[in-house]
């Protein structure tokens, strides 16, 4: 079915296929959306981003990546307030890609009554009107997408502004990611048959068990936007889970429930040169493979960022290919519009 075009082109509603594969266009102009926000120079005593569901996972990225490139913390805060610890020294980042997201929408408010430093990422709404009518910076994205198939402008944005700010250089990374986000979509692109691409190879596999995506290090956020992925697109239950804190409790149920068996580990690995972390990995491989399917997927490129890109495009891919399997529009999401439906019922 999968090698298909006429087979899956009613059920992909809104071109998810060629929103993956734009990934590396929208990392591009993220980026210069980013610069353009107009953030002064400044290195803050923290990064918080603020967002929910596909708005935050950006800025889980950028939390992870940033470990690796500078002192500054970085974290995201998905709840109505901020941290205490968020002072006028705080550089707050709120994303919400409608602008109309009611926890962004709070945190703003609460950053501004701080004196922190904010800028908000947004396409428009409420987020918008309120950053012009005081003054906030704003980097503005395109319209018409859904939430999480805008990483690519959401992410970007952040490294502009924080490159704009002084924080951060990234062009060579980019570059990088961009190279490995091409060579991934060179062999899982829709045009690629079954045989010679993963992405459509592991779709297979995963259509009749629960997938639990499984990340360590710089992979661990990646873990949360596959599983992410999955729910939303594939319209199946996924779970993330990372080392090497598995190891210290859920291995016990893993190696000791009998339903075992229709779960589904996926390792999203990357080279490490942690030796500790190389054995930990292989023996949990290992003794999970004595009760179920072992899956592992490899990063492709040598730096933090273009590792993360290349795992989460064959990650996109692969979920799209898994709703079309289960004869889904990987578009649609109409649990959270029903709940968000009841939500706004007083």
Request: hydrophobic share 40%; proline share 5%.
């Amino acid at each position: 079915m999968l090698d298909s075009k006429a087979r899956i082109e009613p059920l992909d509603q809104k071109n998810m296929l060629g929103t993956i594969e734009k990934l590396p266009e929208h990392l591009s102009d993220g980026l210069r959306r980013g610069r353009l926000a107009g953030l002064p120079k400044f290195v803050p005593k923290d990064i918080v981003v603020c967002g929910m569901g596909g708005s935050a996972i950006g800025g889980h990225l950028l939390e992870e990546w940033l470990a690796t490139e500078t002192e500054v913390p970085c974290i995201v805060c998905s709840s109505y307030s901020l941290p205490a610890s968020v002072s006028r020294e705080s550089l707050v980042m709120v994303a919400s890609y409608s602008g109309n997201t009611e926890e962004s929408l709070s945190m703003f408010e609460e950053a501004r009554k701080r004196r922190s430093k904010i800028v908000s990422i947004a396409s428009g709404g409420r987020l918008t009107k309120m950053s012009e009518s005081v003054d906030v910076p704003c980097a503005k994205i395109p319209s018409g997408m859904v939430p999480r198939a805008t990483l690519g402008y959401m992410f970007g944005a952040m490294l502009g502004v924080l490159e704009r700010s002084g924080v951060v250089s990234i062009d060579k990374q980019l570059e990088e990611s961009t190279k490995m986000m091409d060579r991934t979509a060179s062999y899982c692109r829709q045009s690629v048959s079954t045989s010679d691409n993963p992405a459509k190879m592991l779709a297979h596999e995963l259509l009749s068990c629960v997938p639990v995506v499984i990340g360590h290090d710089i992979s661990r956020p990646v873990a949360k936007r596959w599983a992410n992925q999955l729910s939303e697109n594939a319209k199946v239950i996924a779970h993330s889970s990372e080392l090497p804190e598995m190891d210290h409790n859920e291995i016990v149920g893993w190696m000791k429930d009998a339903r075992s068996k229709n779960f589904a580990p996926v390792f999203l690995e990357h080279d490490t040169k942690n030796r500790y972390m190389k054995k930990r990995i292989a023996a949990t491989k290992d003794m999970l493979a004595r009760v179920t399917h072992v899956y592992s997927v490899s990063a492709l490129g040598q730096s933090p960022m273009a590792k993360m890109f290349s795992l989460i495009m064959i990650g996109d891919y692969m979920s799209v290919y898994l709703a079309f399997l289960r004869q889904e529009d990987p578009s649609s999401t109409e649990p959270i519009d029903e709940l968000k439906e009841m939500l706004s019922k007083k």
